[in-house]
């Protein structure tokens, strides 16, 4: 009897697969985005779906083959980039006060740590705000877990990133 269920243990184990190893951050660091190669701070925000950018001056503008979206971002040391992205398209934010808001979606690659992923971001003045970017949890499924005890544990550093 007791050799049956060390069987049907040892099966059930061998049937789970392990899982995978998953980054630790903590609950805010530094992320490199790219284009433009430029580190931002970033808040790791498991509350929002998907990832927010602080920009000044978005503007939709009309490129061969669709819409695009004009911005500048400026990081905590004052580095400026302009960028031009597609826009993927334009998300209703639903804020806390209840009112809804619109905000332009665009494909970023993001630099966390060791892991490198094209996201979608959207795009906000969070000029008030402390950090330059949230990051949401479409980025860290799958791939990160948040310690938020820590702040600043690792600098982007992706080999697979590439800056076009």
């Known amino acids: 009897m007791h050799t049956h269920h060390f069987i049907v243990g040892l099966v059930l184990m061998l049937a789970i697969p392990a899982s995978v190893a998953k980054e630790t951050v903590g609950w805010v660091e ?14 790791i925000d498991s509350g929002a779906k998907t990832s927010s950018l602080h920009c000044d001056c978005a503007r939709a503008v009309k490129r061969k083959g669709g819409k695009w979206v004009a911005f ?25 006060f209840g009112e809804a808001q619109e905000r332009f979606v ?29 990051i949401g949890r479409s980025f860290l499924k799958d791939s990160h ?5 820590v702040t600043f544990t690792r600098e982007p550093d992706c080999k697979q990133a590439i800056a076009p």
Do not use: F
């Open 30 to 43: 530094e992320v490199r985005v790219y284009p433009g190669d430029i580190v931002l701070k970033a808040k």
């Open 72 to 96: 500048t971002i400026t990081n905590y040391k004052g580095e400026k980039i302009q960028l031009e992205k597609r826009l993927e398209r334009i998300a209703k934010i639903k804020r806390h």
């Open 106 to 134: 665009i494909k970023l690659g993001v630099c966390l740590g060791s892991t490198y992923k094209e996201t979608e971001v959207n795009l906000i003045d969070r000029g008030g705000l402390n950090y330059q970017m949230l």
């Open 145 to 149: 877990v948040i310690d938020p005890s």
